[in-house]
């Protein structure tokens, strides 16, 4: 079983999502709790950004124990003083810093061109290597970046002294397959890539960064940069809770983190709490919905043996029990179940009687609460009664 470097960048990349600006106390509580899920890796913030941001990475470097704490710098000398400074308490330090590499970057946004880019590449690790020798370098837009120029950037820098190379599929372009061939090809074609680690850093545009992700180290790659809830710039990043539990799940792919899943839940709510960024209710994993049944074929499926409709236990995530949500499209077997569950006690022939009579208030409502069950139970019951006298 090989591990799978998890690199948490809720606190810089989620953080760039709009309206989710944390101050650093925010900061220092969301820290503690990733570093107690198991995250590997925490990119702390971007401190050349702000003075907000610089302070935030100083308090959190003096209050993590055992993961890395790294910052966010352009490949500007200034830039990786200031996250060198920022990192001088922690007791495992990363910088990460680099360049565009793509053809749009290095023309459109540098105004520059390959060799260059390459030779401003290699100076940016020799300035971090003054402040840790834990270095990661990313080669933004690598995802649209020629493969064989990237081959090239990547071993430039290893051999200056980076530690980990991060591919990004900054723009989320990138289908599956081709950036899972993406990381072979640098496997294959970067003479020293075993002297670093290759890191998958997946956008969602195209609703893909997790799938990305996970092709990404079944070709090679050892750590995934990701974030709770899948926050982060545009349409977000690879979700953490996502590539932990497909990992956990597909055994037979050979990996495993070091992430509690039973904890993912928790700090999912925290998360959206603090950054004020609510989670879509069907988001897989931690979303409302990840484990209620509405459907009547769904939901007769489901209370026979949940395996059929549920290939992860919700406490395995820290979540609530499963639930059984009755709507109009809901069954018999449902609404026996829900019946059962509030103490009343009915035969076949009295739920078939009930069915009907809760149909009725179902297509007027998108939910049957406990409330309106217990109505309908406690007439049933008094029409009983006073017939049989």
Same mark, same amino acid.
């Given at each position: 079983? *090989?591990?799978?470097?998890?690199? /948490?960048? &809720? ?30 890796? =925490? ?44 990192? $001088? ?13 793509? /053809? ?11 060799? *260059?880019?390459? #030779? ?5 690790? $020799? ?6 020798? /834990? ?6 837009? #690598?995802?649209?970046? /020629? ?14 002294? #980076?530690? +980990? ?17 993406? =990381? ?29 992700? %996970?092709?990404?180290? %079944?070709? !090679? ?5 990701? +974030?709770?809830? !899948? ?6 990043? +690879? ?19 070091? %992430? *509690?899943?039973? $904890? ?9 709490? &603090? ?7 069907? $988001? ?23 395996? +059929?409709?549920?290939? =992860? ?13 009755? &709507? ?7 609404? #026996? ?30 939910? %049957? ?21």
């Amino acid at each position: 079983m *090989d591990k799978i470097i998890i690199f /948490d960048t &809720t606190l810089r990349d989620g953080e760039q999502v709009p309206g989710c600006k944390l101050n650093t106390n925010e900061k220092i509580e969301l820290a503690l709790e990733l570093e107690s899920l198991g995250v590997d890796v =925490i990119e702390a913030g971007f401190p050349i950004s702000s003075p907000g941001d610089f302070s935030s990475v100083m308090e959190i470097s003096k209050s993590i124990t055992n993961a890395t704490v790294c910052a966010l710098s352009r490949a500007v000398e200034k830039d990786i003083d200031v996250a060198g400074q920022a990192l $001088k308490y922690a007791k495992r330090p990363r910088i990460h810093t680099g360049i565009g590499t793509s /053809d749009f970057h290095i023309k459109s946004k540098f105004n520059s061109n390959r060799e *260059d880019i390459l #030779a401003r590449a290699m100076q940016c690790i $020799k300035w971090a290597r003054k402040y840790t020798d /834990d270095i990661e370098f990313y080669a933004e837009d #690598a995802g649209r970046t /020629d493969n064989e120029y990237l081959a090239k950037v990547v071993e430039a820098v290893i051999k200056a002294g #980076a530690t +980990t190379v991060n591919i990004p599929d900054t723009t989320g372009y990138c289908l599956p397959h081709q950036y899972g061939e993406k =990381i072979a090809f640098l496997k294959n074609n970067v003479s020293n890539i075993d002297k670093a680690v290759i890191s998958c850093h997946c956008h969602n545009d195209l609703g893909l960064a997790t799938a990305n992700s %996970i092709s990404g180290i %079944i070709n !090679g790659a050892r750590q995934i940069e990701c +974030t709770i809830n !899948g926050l982060g710039e545009r349409a977000g990043n +690879t979700s953490l809770e996502e590539v932990v539990m497909i990992i956990k799940q597909h055994k037979n792919l050979g990996f495993y983190t070091n %992430i *509690d899943a039973t $904890k993912l839940y928790p700090l999912s709510r925290l998360v959206s709490d &603090t950054m004020r960024m609510p989670v879509q209710p069907n $988001k897989a994993i931690v979303g409302s919905n990840a484990f209620s049944h509405s459907s009547g074929i769904h939901q007769d499926g489901f209370l026979k043996n949940t395996l +059929t409709y549920e290939i =992860i236990n919700p406490e395995e995530v820290g979540a609530d029990s499963s639930r059984i949500v009755l &709507t109009a499209r809901s069954g018999r077997s449902a609404l #026996a179940y829900r019946f059962q569950k509030l103490g009343y006690e009915f035969n076949r022939n009295d739920v078939d009687i009930l069915y009907d009579r809760f149909l009725k208030i179902a297509d007027h409502k998108k939910e %049957i609460e406990d409330e309106d069950l217990s109505e309908i139970a406690e007439a049933y019951q008094q029409k009983t009664v006073s017939y049989s006298k």
